[in-house]
């Protein structure tokens, strides 16, 4: 199983909103609702921010919203504030045994 | 709180073994499962091993399939990684992490343990 394809970097001022995608096949993405994301700041873990493709983890800011349409899902962050600027991957449940979960290739997002 | 703190990383030489452990605090952890998670410095994320809530279902990834071995210990509240023949490519930080009670993802991580395999 690849991993899913994200953008290596997007960026954006201040106030604006950006979008993430992450593409991958009917195998994972487009044949579960069970799509994550995730942020991660340097020398970080990973922090859960959207679960089951448009669910938000309580505590995490409403700025931050999730969809999917096919095999690709996608991250919006609106209101960009500089405390965003991070790495995000996406991740999707495969079903297998063998790669039970497959992650996105990681996403970093500067604030201009 | 839900805790999850890792611990047995380091310096091994290539062929050596290790065990990674992850006491887990703030939650009943039979009731999940839970997984062990990789990532290459400057890389991404790639899932490992992942083991039910009574230990009785396990999975590895491929890639350690024959080497890596995941259980846990519902009784001390840890989950453990055993890794033996360890390459050069199994460098990484290894994370374990609680998955949600469906599976939409990883709702607590802990801060990962760095795991270098080095001559």
């Known amino acids: 199983q690849s991993a899913l394809t994200q953008p290596a970097s997007v960026s954006g001022s201040p106030g604006q909103s950006i979008t993430i995608s992450c593409t991958g096949t009917?195998?994972?993405?487009?044949?579960?609702?069970?799509v994550s994301w995730y942020q991660q700041h340097p020398g970080k873990a990973p922090k859960l921010m959207i679960y089951?493709?448009?669910n938000r983890p309580s505590g995490v800011s409403n700025r931050f919203s999730g969809s999917k349409s096919g095999n690709t899902a996608s991250l919006t962050i609106s209101g960009l504030q500089a405390e965003d600027e991070a790495d995000y991957y996406c991740?999707?449940?495969?079903?297998?045994?063998?790669?039970?979960?497959?992650f996105g290739t990681g996403t970093n997002v500067t604030v201009l | 709180e839900v805790q999850l703190v890792e611990s047995g990383g380091g310096l091994v030489q290539p062929g050596g073994s290790l065990r990674l452990s992850c006491t887990a605090s703030?939650?009943?952890?039979?009731?999940?499962?839970m997984y062990w998670v990789r990532q290459v410095p400057g890389k991404g994320l790639v899932w490992v091993s992942r083991?039910?809530?009574?230990?009785?279902?396990?999975n590895v990834a491929d890639s350690v399939k024959g080497r890596f071995t995941i259980s846990r210990d519902n009784a001390k509240n840890t989950l453990y990684l055993q890794m033996n023949s360890l390459r050069v490519e199994d460098t990484a930080v290894y994370y374990c992490?609680?998955?949600?009670?469906?599976?939409?993802?990883?709702?607590?991580w802990g801060q990962g343990t760095l795991v270098a395999v080095s001559s």
């Open positions: 089951e493709v448009s």
């Open positions: 703030g939650f009943t952890f039979s009731n999940y499962w």
């Open positions: 991740s999707s449940y495969t079903g297998s045994t063998t790669t039970a979960y497959v």
């Open positions: 009917s195998s994972d993405v487009g044949g579960y609702n069970y």
């Open positions: 992490t609680r998955e949600l009670e469906l599976p939409g993802g990883f709702d607590y």
């Open positions: 083991i039910n809530g009574d230990g009785t279902n396990t």
